[in-house]
């Protein structure tokens, strides 16, 4: 019987666990987090705010936004990999942060109440989920009004050259680095796939009304390998 989605990412994502962060840092040259650093001044996090951030991975943007939000807030993670978890587990102990929670649970069904964030982000996981626009519901549902939810994932670059360019990367180069770094050519294989199907800036914008978000604002990167998108309740 064929994998769903759904089972083929849980398995991706259990299996690069380890080299996850290290891979990361190898397929977009350590820009990530510059791209992060950027999309956290654009968000404004205000002290004693809740956020959650979906598909949490190894926990380092639940991270960052635990020191945004400050003592008095609180910074929750979801996951569905409890492998990823458990590496973010171990970093969350070794943070000077207590106001951490990582849960595990489904991006396609938040299990939280209405109106229960300041912030909702999802950060490179948004291409892996089934239905891009049943996460993004669920990211608007749980929001307070005026909350807003981020996205920041890879995109469809539009010049010509550096288009071809990148699709190149993704679908040759990328799957190498995996069996280099992480032994892991197949699961990094598949990743470029999602990539590739992922919607450009416009059509994910469109998404984002779709769910119900306003004044949404959008911040290309490296470009247009990856974007910003950020969306108001």
């Given amino acids: 019987m064929r994998e769903s989605k759904e089972e083929r990412v849980h398995k991706v994502f259990e299996n690069i666990s380890e080299h996850y962060d290290q891979m990361n840092s190898v397929i977009s040259f350590r820009q990530h987090k510059l791209w992060r650093k950027d999309t956290m001044k654009r968000m404004n996090v205000k002290k004693g705010s809740r956020s959650l951030d979906v598909c949490c991975g190894t926990a380092d943007w639940t991270l960052a936004m635990a020191e945004a939000v400050g003592e008095q807030g609180e910074a929750v993670g979801l996951d569905f990999s409890q492998n990823m978890l458990s590496i973010g587990e171990k970093k969350v102990k070794a ?13 396609m069904d938040l299990p939280f109440e209405d109106n229960s964030f300041d912030y909702v982000t999802i950060g ?7 239905d891009y626009l ?3 519901k669920e990211m608007h549902r749980v929001l307070k009004p005026e909350g807003k939810a981020v996205c920041l994932e890879t995109s469809q670059p539009t010049l010509i050259g550096y288009r071809q360019l990148y699709y190149f990367y993704f679908k040759r180069i990328m799957p190498l680095f995996g069996k280099l770094f992480a032994k892991s050519y197949e699961e990094y294989s598949w990743l470029q796939e999602s990539a590739k199907d992922f919607p450009d800036r416009r ?3 469109r998404l984002f009304e779709e769910a119900g978000f306003e004044k949404i604002n959008i911040k290309a990167y490296a470009g247009g390998a990856a974007a910003m998108h950020m969306g108001i309740k």
């Fill in 95 to 107: 943070s000077p942060y207590a106001n951490v929670s990582l849960i595990h649970g489904n991006a």
């Fill in 203 to 205: 059509a994910l914008k």
């Fill in 134 to 136: 049943q996460v993004l």
């Fill in 124 to 130: 490179f996981g948004l291409r892996n989920v089934p």
